[in-house]
């Protein structure tokens, strides 16, 4: 039972374009979502994050849209760069609700940015 | 720019022998996570403390698997005995989770992780 999917497991886009991870949700008490990258052989580091009362989240070249009715989440990215080459988790949580702070996570996305 | 420090790096080890995986949250934060990643089921949470209090530990073999924290420095995640299927890359987290939303606006940071193989 994934309660949160990322159904591409891969992406690739050429620099200075904008890359577009996606990301569904099955748990309706989810109220907290975040995004995290991940190179290889190091741990994931977080990106961003957005709280169910908002609907867009920005921090520089990063943004991220929720999409409560439809269970949806995305993560824009631009321009995408070389170094933004790398695993995108989206995790979510039900923080607020009498929930817990423990985050689960979507299988990722590989993202290729190519020069 | 502080860091959660998990020891060792690496781990190779036979089966049925006992892992022991550390891990240094950062000074502060009242959460640590730890979790396991696999090809098959990604990132999956195991165990999880709040104030060294472990609150959920249903993603844990019970028989194999024990987490605790002696104390705020220092989480712990034993394997005894080890099996091949435990092969993985496990990684603890720490943050403010009980800070709410505030917390969350900053996430969990992770250490490296620990990859461990069982032969």
């Known amino acids: 039972d994934q309660q949160v999917k990322q159904n591409s497991p891969s992406l690739s886009v050429q620099e200075g374009r904008i890359s577009i991870l996606n990301c569904d949700y099955t748990n309706s008490m989810f109220d907290y979502f975040l995004w995290y990258k991940k190179y290889p052989a190091e741990g994931p580091t977080f990106l961003i994050s957005i709280s169910s009362i908002k609907d867009k989240n920005e921090d520089g070249r990063f943004t991220v849209f929720l999409n409560k009715s439809a269970k949806h989440l995305s993560l824009h990215i631009v321009p995408s760069q070389p170094g933004d080459s790398a695993v995108y988790f989206c995790a979510a949580s039900s923080i607020t609700q009498g929930g817990s702070e423990k985050l689960v996570f979507g299988k990722g996305t590989k993202l290729t940015v190519n020069p | 720019d502080a860091r959660v420090t998990q020891t060792p790096r690496d781990k190779v080890t036979e089966m049925g022998q006992e892992v022991t995986m550390r891990c240094q949250p950062i000074?502060?934060?009242?959460?640590v996570f730890w979790y396991r990643q696999t090809m098959m089921q990604g990132l999956e949470l195991l165990a999880y403390f709040r104030n060294r209090a472990p609150l959920d530990d249903s993603g844990m073999p019970k028989d194999r698997f024990s987490a605790e924290m002696p104390d705020a420095t220092l989480a712990t995640l034993k394997i005894q005995p080890s099996e091949p299927r435990d092969s993985a890359v496990y990684f603890c987290a720490s943050g403010l989770g009980h800070q709410g939303r505030r917390g969350m606006d900053y996430g969990y940071t992770f250490g490296s992780g620990t990859r461990l193989t069982v032969v």
């Open positions: 000074l502060g934060h009242n959460t």
